[in-house]
């Protein structure tokens, strides 16, 4: 079995139990569900809300580059600090937090495998103690957008074959049943996917404890769809978020070198006038 | 503090496909909804036992798949 193409981007969940306290390393909960840092978290841990910290509250954008630096440096994250994301939903928000991070040029950021659920499953430790953080001091680079993409240049890309879409929601989110996922609020007012988008759902790549496939089990599902690096590869959602995770898988596990994430995603895509919109399955061939 | 009594339990709701994870932390059980695929959680609850808990975060996730509407293909 073949190993990741860079392993050292996920620590297990042992290594964060063992490390979380070092001084070079600061281990950082991001979660959807932005009220479980509150119920416990790991020792150690600070707890970042996406919502609010990790977005700019007054456009749709991420964080500017001053108050990423500002948010590094409360959270006691020097340029040279370790940075382990962990989070709920088989970190979703804990990846796209790491894909900012990324973009802001942070050289050493880590998921720990399995977030928040396999940290529970196995009954470790978790604490409501807010951690002693000792104010860093954080300079970013960046804004590096070799791995966003922006509505234009996914418009490029449905007319293209040159470039590979990937659409990691649901199946019934792809077809256009649904124009959220069950049981959340409907953001966007068509259903469907952009023409030429392969369905390949995030969980996919998930084992049932949280935790990635191998290399190889997540080689063989992403060539089945026809993705293997041959061509850019656009990975989207709903807001970006799940993307991220795919992202992640591609670029980090799977070492492909030119993977985006497209963050406006379907509820950008599903609100714009006049957006080709393709419905149903993906047309053969796509 | 650690988590005790962790479980997951797949049942449908609304004729939808819900995966209930539940555990006891602190004295509570605290239960969550997610919606299998795409895997979202969307309902959280707690209780003093764990039937209260998931009998609680049933309730919520009834109501909030209940609004999800299907639309023609």
């Given at each position: ?20 306290g070092d001084a070079k390393v600061r281990v950082v ?258 | ?39 979202a959680n969307f309902a959280k609850a707690e209780g ?22 299907t639309m023609p293909i």
């Amino acid at each position: 079995m073949a190993d990741y193409a860079h392993p050292e981007v996920l620590v297990s969940t042992d290594w964060a139990a063992q490390h979380a306290g070092d001084a070079k390393v600061r281990v950082v909960e991001v979660d959807v569900d932005t009220a479980a840092y509150d119920e416990g978290h790991i020792a150690n841990a600070v707890g970042w809300a996406w919502n609010t910290q990790l977005c700019d509250t007054v456009r749709r954008d991420i964080i500017p580059k001053d108050q990423f630096e500002k948010l590094m440096a409360d959270s006691g994250i020097g340029n040279d600090t370790t940075v382990v994301l962990y989070g709920d939903n088989n970190n979703w928000f804990a990846a796209w937090a790491l894909w900012q991070l990324k973009i802001y040029g942070h050289k050493d950021v880590r998921l720990m495998n399995g977030g928040r659920k396999k940290w529970i499953a196995e009954g470790r430790e978790l604490t409501k103690d807010a951690p002693k953080v000792a104010k860093a001091s954080y300079k970013a680079s960046g804004p590096d957008y070799s791995i966003r993409s922006f509505l234009p240049e996914v418009q490029k890309a449905t007319g293209s074959k040159s470039v590979e879409l990937v659409d990691v929601r649901s199946p019934d989110e792809f077809t256009g049943k649904i124009l959220a996922p069950p049981g959340l609020p409907e953001t966007c007012q068509r259903g469907g996917h952009i023409p030429g988008a392969s369905n390949i759902p995030w969980a996919k790549a998930c084992n049932d404890d949280g935790t990635f496939k191998n290399y190889d089990e997540l080689k063989s599902l992403y060539e089945a769809a026809g993705i293997s690096g041959k061509k850019p590869v656009i990975a989207y959602c709903r807001i970006g978020e799940r993307s991220s995770h795919s992202w992640f898988v591609l670029k980090y596990l799977l070492g492909l070198k030119d993977v985006t994430n497209y963050d406006g995603s379907w509820t950008e895509w599903g609100n714009l006038v006049g957006a080709p919109v393709e419905k149903g399955a993906a047309a053969a061939g796509a | 503090m650690k988590p005790q009594d962790y479980s997951e339990t797949m049942i449908e709701l609304a004729g939808w496909s819900v995966r209930l994870t539940t555990y006891k932390l602190g004295g509570r059980y605290i239960s969550k909804a997610d919606n299998v695929s795409p895997g979202a959680n969307f309902a959280k609850a707690e209780g003093v036992t764990k039937e209260e808990a998931e009998s609680r975060v049933m309730e919520i996730a009834q109501r909030r798949l209940g609004r999800t509407k299907t639309m023609p293909i």
